[in-house]
């Protein structure tokens, strides 16, 4: 029963914090394709990676809300949209957010 226990709580910490992960991983890749100059296909991991921290913000990842935020404040992968990505920060920064190291977050008001 106790080994029962052990496996169900690891199965349900990978599942909540996997789709962070995932979405970061996308998220460096698609960086990492923009530094490259290849736009497109930046495009297409940034609406990939948002689609995940999507599914993690409905978990009330606050990782994955900054991650939407910043997204929406540099216009990757998404329309830039400064009052959305405000409200994300503020989201998250209510589910326990301290620290922000994105320029476009930093200079929000």
């Known amino acids: ?5 052990v496996i169900i ?8 914090g996997s789709t ?3 979405g970061f991983k996308l998220y460096k890749e698609a960086k990492k394709e923009l530094r490259k100059g290849h736009i497109e ?3 297409a991991l940034f609406l990939e990676a948002k689609l995940k921290f999507e599914d993690g913000k409905k978990k009330n990842s606050s990782q994955s809300i900054a991650k939407l935020a910043e997204l929406y404040c540099n216009g990757w992968g998404v329309a830039k949209d400064t009052i959305k990505a405000k409200l994300y920060l503020n989201k998250a920064k209510e589910l326990g957010l301290s620290f922000v190291s994105d320029k476009c977050l930093k200079n929000l008001k």
Do not use: G, N
């Not at 029963?1 to 226990?5: A, R, S, V, Y």
């Open 1 to 5: 029963m106790k080994k029962l226990f």
């Open 9 to 16: 709580a690891i199965l349900f910490s990978y599942v909540s």
């Open 20 to 22: 962070y992960s995932e």
């Open 41 to 43: 296909k930046s495009k």
